[in-house]
């Protein structure tokens, strides 16, 4: 079974650029998790959907970052315009079904540098 | 890797000895925890979990401590090898309303050394 991929593995762009990365989850997972860990703190939760449904996006940090889950398959999360302290690691997770029965299961995460 | 330049907080091993990672949460409502081991270059990956109404789990070579008095997890592992070098988070499970999301710990660097 394939795990939880993430595209681009690293991104470099300059202040005031658009980023668009993607996940695509474990095939059959119907909830998608992005999280991110800038530098120097912890991994934090961006926003959690239900197939193609946002359930959750408590976490994302203000209006310049778009997240989308077209057909509740794969998702992006579009950072337009990108600002330096948008910076860190952008990690996708899925899991089969809500509820604390099921692991999140993690990508490799998409290291994005502002510049 | 993502974790250069991070002050995390570092545990230091010998091959083949025993180590203890600790963790302290902060919601004592939390009922599910899980440890996380993320590798350079990778993403978390899934070590142990254990549930509120326990207070020690096994797996292979790991054991996760839970003390809900003073809100407090650790994380043990036996024979640590140089592949058990990486950097280790603990994470709370919180489910509301539909939702549930991972609030991770800062993490702890285990370095092994022959």
């Known amino acids: 079974e394939a795990g939880v991929t993430q595209f681009p593995s690293h991104s470099v762009i300059e202040k005031g650029q658009t980023v668009t990365l993607r996940c695509d989850p474990i095939s059959g997972h119907d909830n998608l998790y992005w999280y991110r860990r800038v530098m120097g703190k912890e991994i934090k939760f961006l926003l959690h959907?239900?197939?193609?449904?946002?359930?959750?996006e408590s976490g994302m940090p203000n209006n310049r970052f778009l997240a989308e889950r077209t057909g509740g398959t794969y998702s992006t999360l579009k950072v337009q315009p990108a600002e330096l302290e948008d910076s860190g690691v952008y990690f996708c997770a899925s899991s089969r079904k809500a509820g604390y029965e099921d692991t999140q299961y993690f990508g490799p995460g998409t290291r994005l540098t502002v510049l | 890797g993502e974790n250069v330049g991070l002050h995390l907080p570092t545990l230091s091993v010998q091959e083949g000895d025993n180590s203890i990672i600790n963790c302290a949460y902060s919601n004592s409502a939390s009922d599910y925890f899980i440890w996380y081991k993320q590798e350079s270059g990778k993403g978390p990956q899934f070590i142990i979990d254990i549930r509120s109404n326990m207070d020690k789990r096994q797996g292979q070579r790991v054991t996760v401590l839970l003390n809900k008095t003073v809100k407090h997890l650790s994380l043990q592992i036996a024979a640590t090898q140089p592949g058990d070098s990486a950097v280790y988070f603990c994470a709370e499970f919180r489910s509301v309303y539909n939702t549930d999301k991972l609030i991770f710990g800062t993490g702890t660097r285990l370095q092994v050394f022959p």
């Open positions: 959907f239900v197939k193609e449904s946002k359930q959750d």
